[in-house]
């Protein structure tokens, strides 16, 4: 982390709220929280591009609870539409055609439908581009605005109305979640954080490190979906904290292509205890307990920790 | 104001520096490909103050082109054919979005079979997007019509992007000589872009905002409707302002020969050339031929083409373009411009033909005048589709030589 932060303790977290209450957006909504706290960081002078998803019915003409400015684009292309905002208001304020004091933070926010699926190419173009922006993806880990089916997002063993639990087809979805972290920062990202409301000075101090990153700055915020997943609206920080608990969220960041990661549970708490909070996840432990399917879990979350540990040298204590 | 010799597409280019517009997202594609060369040319040459930025996918140039547009950027793309179609669903989100910027199509026939040379189909699939579109002949057309859709694109009453459409290789590729006005005297035509509402820190808006209700968004629709009819009136504003400071003067239809024809070509593009040359033959046989250009496809000049048409005797739409299942595009929709009118033509021959810039003939241009001779009334719906014995027996023979070779 940097060594100054306006972010110590969550009483610093600013008072100021650019997104008003009574949203259309379900209750419980972690990507909502996610986009809350985003904006405090950032302050007011915003222009949100924004692809084809749950946030997009937030804005539902004639109301809108954000103080900020709002561009809905296009399912595949948000990336682009900030390229367009971004270039307009830097050749308008070097022309002297709008004043500096009129100059904006463009952010990117969509789902893991448009970041990881359709919007993978537009967004690939951008950070080639090395276009100075804010990507915000909230990963509810499937297309929940369309009524949750599998993105490639979607982590294996988890239902969805594309990957039904089924005689045929016992596990739901079996194909592991696709990383995304590491696709932007391999091709070349100066910035790339996960996030989890349930660490939210954490979550604070990445995004204020990132507004002093001049380039494309990409953050994926963990984002409990109540009713794609399936658990009660008062839970859903709850659960989010078990994902980052039992590693199966890990809390990280890259500078310049350096992992490092920012909050390591030393010793895992087993994995089964955040799958068991889940609907999505409830076919792995009913009727009968699929043991080979959640050790097949656990152990993709070992492994990740032993490489990660390898890498940084902290020590994470295993689930066996 | 002086005279250059120029290709179509360095017109196009020209039209966009003499716009002096601030933004140009662009992605390569053939036929259009040496507009943005030489923009970027221009731009990197210090001839242009513009931003010049190249997207990973006409998808996403066109994106930026409608968002930068939104922010209060004059802004300038072109593509062709499969770029056009790539990137189709941002062509209905521009308009809707109500940002007005100029796009240039440069023709090209449309996979599959994929191929190089000019028709319509790629522009006439953005005929329902609610982009104005002007369809140039001549290589000076283009430099004048990418000045004229800004100057209606921008106005207040409009505020709907416009296509540009010239053709590929015949007029992309081909030098003519071009009137290039004057930058002083544009810049008195059409000065700066300023943005009703652009983003804004100091009083936020929301754009692109989702209608969950049927109404509404019937509401939105309806208006983009009624500003594109109201481009009509824009354009003839323009259009004489254009005259008086540059000596040309653009109508959304030309006639030539018209005046006392009975039988009449209609069509758009560079192959009216060719038609010219035809009416001229017929002419000499003492037939009075003559030819309706269109120039203005949307808004659609329903009016002035009925009263080009009015009194004519037999009519025929020449359509570089094909409608599988249909016919030509463009027929449907002149024929139902005259039907309310008296005195329309006996007969309206639908003609499909130079479909993937096919080498066109005048004697095929003149086939379609002989057609119209020998029909009565109640000529046939069904088109007549145009290929030569010559290209025929070359296409029989590669055909049975594919089939041969392969089997």
């Known amino acids: 982390m940097s060594a100054v932060t306006r972010f110590r303790t969550l009483k610093d977290l600013p008072r100021e709220d650019y997104l008003t209450p009574g949203g259309t957006l379900c209750a419980g909504c972690g990507g909502l929280l996610a986009i809350r706290l985003f904006h405090k960081v950032l302050g007011e002078n915003v222009v949100w591009i924004n692809a084809a998803g749950c946030v997009t019915i937030m804005m539902t003409y004639p109301l809108s609870p954000l103080k900020s400015n709002w561009m809905y684009t296009a399912f595949a292309s948000a990336p682009a539409g900030a390229q367009g905002v971004r270039d307009a208001l830097d050749v308008l304020v070097a022309k002297g055609k709008v004043p500096k004091t009129e100059d904006m933070k463009v952010v990117v926010v969509t789902g893991d439908g448009a970041a990881y699926d359709i919007g993978y190419q537009a967004t690939s173009g951008a950070i080639d581009r090395d276009l100075d922006f804010y990507y915000l993806c909230y990963d509810n880990e499937a297309y929940g605005n369309t009524g949750f089916q599998m993105s490639t997002s979607t982590p294996y063993g988890s239902a969805s109305k594309t990957t039904p639990v089924a005689n045929g087809n016992p596990l739901g979805n079996t194909r592991n979640k696709k990383d995304l972290f590491d696709a932007w920062r391999v091709q070349g990202a100066p910035y790339v954080a996960t996030l989890c409301t349930s660490h939210g000075v954490d979550f604070l101090r990445k995004v204020e490190k990132g507004t002093t990153v001049h380039g494309p700055k990409l953050f994926i915020a963990f984002a409990g979906c109540p009713t794609g997943w399936g658990f009660d609206p008062r839970e859903t920080v709850e659960i989010e904290k078990l994902a980052v608990q039992t590693g199966t969220w890990p809390l990280k960041e890259s500078v310049d292509g350096v992992v490092h990661h920012t909050m390591v549970p030393r010793r895992l708490r087993p994995v089964e205890e955040y799958l068991r909070t889940q609907e999505r996840f409830r076919h792995l432990f009913e009727p009968e307990v699929k043991t080979d399917a959640i050790r097949r879990i656990q152990s993709t979350v070992n492994r990740y920790w032993k490489e990660a540990s390898a890498a940084e040298g902290f020590d994470v204590q295993a689930v066996e | 104001m002086t005279e250059q010799l120029m290709t179509g597409n360095v017109a196009a280019a020209t039209g966009a520096r003499l716009a002096k517009v601030d933004y140009v997202p662009a992605y390569p594609i053939t036929p259009q490909t040496e507009i943005i060369e030489t ?17 990973e996918s006409e998808h996403s140039m066109l994106t930026a082109a409608g968002t930068a547009a939104l922010a209060g950027a004059r802004v300038f793309t072109a593509t062709s054919s499969q770029g056009l179609l790539y990137g189709m669903e941002m062509l209905y989100n521009i308009s809707g979005w109500r940002a007005p910027m100029v796009l240039v199509n440069v023709s090209r026939g449309v996979a599959a079979p994929i191929t190089l040379e000019p028709d319509h189909n790629d522009v006439l699939a953005a005929r329902d997007s609610g982009f104005m579109q002007f369809h140039a002949e001549t290589c000076q ?23 540009v459409n010239l053709d590929g290789f015949y007029l992309s590729f081909t030098r003519e000589k071009v009137s290039v006005p004057e930058q002083s005297k544009v810049d008195e035509f059409l000065p700066g872009y300023v943005p009703p509402h652009p983003f804004s820190a100091s009083k936020p808006v929301a754009k692109g905002t989702s209608v969950m209700d049927g109404a509404l968004y019937s509401y939105f629709r309806y208006n983009a409707h009624a500003a594109s009819l109201k481009g ?43 038609g010219r040359q035809a009416v001229k033959r017929m002419r000499q046989r003492g037939i009075p031929a003559g030819l309706l250009k269109l120039r203005m496809l949307r808004p659609f000049p329903r009016q002035e083409i009925s009263n080009s048409l009015k009194g004519k005797r037999v009519v025929a739409v020449f359509d570089q373009n094909l409608a599988p299942g249909l016919g030509g595009i ?28 096919k080498q066109t003939t005048s004697k095929e241009m003149e086939s379609i005048f002989e057609a119209m ?29 594919a089939t041969k070779e392969g089997s």
Do not use: C
């Open chain 2, 373 to 401: 001779l020998k029909v009565g009334s109640g000529a046939s719906p069904e088109p007549i589709f145009l290929m030569r014995d010559t290209e025929l027996k070359r296409v029989q023979q590669l055909v049975t030589r």
């Open chain 2, 141 to 163: 057309e283009v430099t004048d019509l990418v000045l004229l859709a800004y100057r209606v694109a921008e106005d207040s009453r409009v505020m709907l992007p416009a296509i």
């Open chain 2, 39 to 55: 923009i970027a040319w221009w731009v990197a040459d210090g001839k242009m103050d513009t931003k010049f930025v190249q997207l």
């Open chain 2, 232 to 274: 009509k009136e824009v354009f003839a504003e323009a259009s004489k302002n254009y005259e008086e400071l540059f000596g040309r003067a653009y109508g959304p239809v030309e006639g030539y020969m018209l005046d006392d024809a009975e039988y009449v070509l209609v069509m758009s593009n560079s192959f009216t050339a060719l």
């Open chain 2, 330 to 357: 463009l027929w449907p929709e002149v024929t139902s411009a005259m039907y309310h009118t008296k005195g329309r033509p006996d007969a309206v021959i639908p003609v499909v033909g130079a479909l993937g810039g």
